[in-house]
């Protein structure tokens, strides 16, 4: 199979590690890529918001699949235009995507699905939670316990921005991800992601700053019922508007007293989740992407590896407000040495020196056979990673290590 993979963050370089190990993968090709997806895949200098050279790099390349990774392109119809072409996509058209790029649609299609969401609020009053209704990278969400979050919120997000306010659910997040053909859904490990900048959960939402999977208490039988509650009434909705979604639907949880109720979905495989699931699933997870891909998913298994894995980002001093262009980082091959896998994301190559380009840059991955030893491996490798213009949270997947359950009491369901 020649594959075509667009994006260039870590959660592609993970992707490409995974799909290179795949038996029927005969070529790899990314768009645009980075110097760590270069390792495995022919990257071609295309962007993942240029369509048009995207579907000229497809045609010229006559690939048998592409997988799109962010959202971007799927929102503004990549996918659509590709199938126009004849070309197997792995990733929803635009219509199936307002399902991520659209709060107020998601919220319309979760009601006729009878999914649990937050319930709407009519006023922005604390506590609540305030989201612009639109494409914002994790970035347009504001959790208001007191009246200054809210006022701080309407003035970080401004006038002009539609926004929803919704009731502020309290619990345990965990992100579950379907590979979906438009009518099967196949759930993959559940993950649990490090949205805030800072320690101890605290500063601004990023777009992740770690990641573990699997999440204690989220068995196989627990995962089931999820995505029977979740994922297959939301595919069934979509499919009878004629929107059906092929691709992968990450459901965004809040494991409560009261059950689980969805935050989001995501049109795409999460980041840094990717990271640490790709590791740990066992099978060819390119065939299940290319069979949902082409309707076929039915059947199809994807089991795992009985491992853990968890992630940790390495991002610039100043993200999330600002990226860092220019440094130069060492310890890589060290990293790897130590057992560790790095994906990298906002990186670049000035002749042969690998610097950093963007907010997140590297994720350090530790893969072994608990939380805990992940754990250490992944900040085993850290301590290898020699970049002064990189920052990272210490406290990632600190409390599923050491043994505290990762659901709240009542959530606690176990199978
Ligand atoms: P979203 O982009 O909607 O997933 O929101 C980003 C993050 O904000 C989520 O991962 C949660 O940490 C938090 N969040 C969003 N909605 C709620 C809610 N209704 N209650 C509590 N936290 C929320
Ligand atoms: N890790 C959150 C996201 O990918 O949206």
Redesign the pocket.
């Known amino acids: 199979m020649r594959v075509l993979l667009v994006g260039s963050g870590g959660r592609e370089h993970a992707l490409a590690w995974k799909l290179a190990q795949s038996p029927s993968l005969g070529e790899l090709h990314a768009a645009p890529g980075n110097p760590g997806i270069a390792r495995h895949a022919r990257c071609h200098p295309i962007r993942a918001e240029d369509a048009e050279g995207i579907l000229d790099l497809g045609r010229a390349l006559d690939v048998d699949l592409v997988v799109v990774g962010p959202e971007a392109p799927l929102v503004a119809g990549l996918a659509d235009a590709l199938r126009g072409l004849g070309v197997p996509v792995f990733g929803p058209g635009r219509r199936a995507a307002a399902i991520e790029g659209s709060?107020s649609f998601a919220k319309e299609v979760m009601e006729a699905a009878g999914v649990r969401t937050?319930a709407p609020l009519p006023e922005a009053r604390a506590p609540c939670?305030v989201?612009a209704d639109g494409l914002a990278a994790?970035k347009?969400?504001f959790?208001c316990r007191s009246q200054t979050d809210v006022d701080a919120a309407l003035l970080a997000l401004g006038p002009d921005t539609e926004i929803l306010v919704?009731?502020?659910?309290?619990g345990t997040?965990v992100s579950v991800f379907a590979v979906c053909d438009g009518r099967t859904a196949l759930p993959l490990v559940p993950a649990q992601d490090f949205?805030r900048a800072f320690d101890g959960d605290e500063g601004p939402?990023t777009g992740g700053m770690g990641s573990f999977a699997p999440v204690s208490g989220i068995g196989e039988a627990v995962l089931e019922e999820l995505v029977s509650e979740i994922h297959r009434p939301v595919l069934a909705e979509l499919e009878a508007r004629g929107m059906p979604f092929v691709g992968l639907l990450y459901a965004?949880l809040?494991v409560t007293d009261d059950g689980p109720f969805v935050?989001?979905f995501n049109c795409r495989f999460g980041d840094p989740e990717t990271q640490s699931v790709v590791p740990v699933v066992e099978g060819d997870l390119l065939e299940a992407l290319a069979a949902a891909a082409s309707g076929e998913l039915a059947g199809l298994g994807l089991g795992t590896a009985g491992r853990a894995a968890v992630t940790v980002v390495l991002a610039a001093s100043g993200y999330p407000a600002e990226g860092d262009r220019g440094s130069p980082i060492r310890g890589v091959d060290e990293c790897e040495v130590s057992g560790a896998l790095v994906f990298q994301a906002g990186t670049a190559l000035r002749g042969e020196r690998l610097v950093t380009n963007g907010g997140r840059v590297l994720a350090v991955t530790g893969v072994a056979e608990s939380v805990g030893a992940a754990r250490a491996a992944a900040y085993a490798g850290v301590e290898r990673i020699e970049c002064a213009a990189l920052r990272f949270r210490s406290d990632i997947a600190l409390d599923a290590a050491e043994g505290t359950p990762a659901l709240g009491s009542g959530g606690a369901r176990t199978d």
């Not at 919704?166 to 309290?170: G, I, K, P, Q, R």
């Open positions: 709060k937050a939670v989201k994790g347009g969400v959790v919704e009731e502020l659910l309290e997040e949205k939402n965004g809040m935050l989001e």
